[in-house]
Structures are given as structure tokens and as C-alpha cells.
């Protein structure tokens, strides 16, 4: 089946600065390709996503690659807030979805 | 807001007790999941259903029954708990872009069980 590696499993940034969380998968078949944000004691929500035809997306100060030679994808955060301080999962989904562990981001004021 | 609740939200039981775990959805949607969350492991699908009485296995479901009877409600069931069970619990559902365990469009999340078992 397939499996999602995300990294790093922290990341810690300065108000205004980016962030990136890099995922890899290993079913080259895998077709779509979500970013899950959770803040502490709810469930995750939906972000934003991309499919295999489109190499980027972008909303607002969120943007997501994907390399599919290589397999891997790639959430952006410019400008970054307080208020962006969670845990992001990525996943990958073809016969099934498989969610990466997840990256703990804190953005210092 | 998806319309889902989780109950309980907290619980704390005993090795070889009985847990069951209840999703209740307001929107009558088909696909329902239950996913596991662990440090290090991310969300793992436990459980899924697509329809009243149709229910299929995910990726950890050695240990875990679940029923469908109605629409609105999805349950999880712990028949005999154990520690490897503590975790936290979600229940999803999908509106759009699925076809059984395969999903392609937005996951709505309740908002957790969060399960100890001693």
C-alpha cells in the first residue's frame, strides 16, 4: 500500500517568516494529495489539496507542489501568523489514503 | 460544520472492557470512517462504512467491530480493550469524490474520543 514520509516533525518560525512541510509517497499512481491542519483539541480540517494533472496550487498565503517524477509535495506558508501555529498532516490517496505523521509548527510572535 | 458529534469525548476503562465509541452525523451522508491517531503514526483508517449496513476493514482493524444501523450514526466498538488501544479517536465523513475507501475530496473530522485504556 501505499506510505507518506513528512518532515521535519517540528518546525519552529519567526512571525512573518515561511514555513515548508515536504511530504513523499511511494505509489507513483497516487492521484490526489490533501494538507490537514489541526489545532490542539480538534479534529483536523482541510486546507487545501491538489491532483496529479496540476504541479501547484496556491490560496491566499498557502501554496502546495507536487513533483510527481519524484514523488513528493509540498505545503507553503508565507507570511506566517500566530494563528498558523498547528499540527499539518499531508496524505495521498489512490485505493486507499494514507496520512504522513504530521508536523508540529509554532510561529513566534 | 459537518454536523458530526463524537461521544463519549473522553473515557478511561480497563483492560478487557467493552468501549463503545459513537459517531452521529446530521447531513445523511453515505461514507463514514474512523480513524486512530497516534504520535508518530499520523491518522490510520480503522474502519469504514458507505452505507447503512455496509462496512469494510481499514489499514488497523484487528481489535475493532464497527456497526452502521442508521445513516446518522456509526459505531466503533472495542470488544475486549487494551493499552495498545489508547489513543485518540476520529470520525470522518466524506461528501464528495469517494468510492469506498478511496477518497478524493474533503474529509470533515468530528472533533476526537480521546480513549485511555489501563
Known amino acids: 500500500g501505499e506510505n507518506v514520509e513528512q518532515h521535519p516533525s517540528t518546525l519552529s518560525v519567526q512571525e512573518g517568516d515561511s514555513a515548508v512541510i515536504k511530504c513523499t509517497y511511494s505509489?507513483?499512481?497516487?492521484?490526489?494529495f490533501p494538507w490537514y491542519k489541526q489545532e490542539l483539541g480538534k479534529g483536523p480540517q482541510l486546507i487545501i489539496d491538489?491532483?496529479?494533472?496540476?504541479g501547484e496550487k496556491k490560496d491566499q498565503r498557502i501554496a502546495v507542489t507536487l513533483n510527481k517524477t519524484a514523488k513528493h509535495f509540498s505545503l507553503h506558508i508565507t507570511e506566517t501568523q500566530p494563528e498558523d501555529s498547528a499540527v499539518y498532516f499531508c496524505?495521498?490517496?489512490?485505493?486507499?489514503?494514507?496520512f504522513g505523521a504530521g508536523t508540529r509548527l509554532t510561529v513566534k510572535p | 460544520d459537518a454536523g458530526i458529534t463524537q461521544s463519549p469525548r473522553h473515557k478511561v476503562t480497563e483492560t478487557g472492557t467493552p468501549v463503545t465509541l459513537r459517531c452521529h452525523q446530521t447531513?445523511?451522508?453515505?461514507?463514514m470512517y474512523w480513524y486512530r491517531q497516534d504520535p508518530g503514526h499520523g491518522l490510520r483508517l480503522i474502519h469504514y462504512?458507505?452505507?447503512?449496513?455496509?462496512?469494510d476493514k481499514g489499514e488497523v482493524s484487528d481489535g475493532y467491530s464497527v456497526s452502521r444501523s442508521k445513516t446518522e450514526d456509526f459505531l466503533l466498538t472495542l470488544e475486549s480493550a487494551t493499552s495498545s488501544q489508547t489513543s485518540v479517536y476520529f470520525c470522518?465523513?466524506?461528501?464528495?469524490?469517494?468510492?469506498?475507501?478511496?477518497?478524493?475530496?474533503?474529509?470533515?473530522f468530528g472533533e476526537g474520543s480521546r480513549l485511555t485504556v489501563l
Open positions: 496524505a495521498a490517496s489512490l485505493n486507499d489514503m494514507r
Open positions: 505509489d507513483s499512481a497516487s492521484n490526489y
Open positions: 491538489i491532483r496529479s494533472n496540476v
Open positions: 447531513e445523511n451522508h453515505r461514507y
Open positions: 462504512s458507505y452505507g447503512v449496513k455496509d462496512t
Open positions: 470522518a465523513i466524506a461528501t464528495r469524490g469517494t468510492s469506498g475507501r478511496v477518497n478524493t475530496g474533503e474529509l470533515f
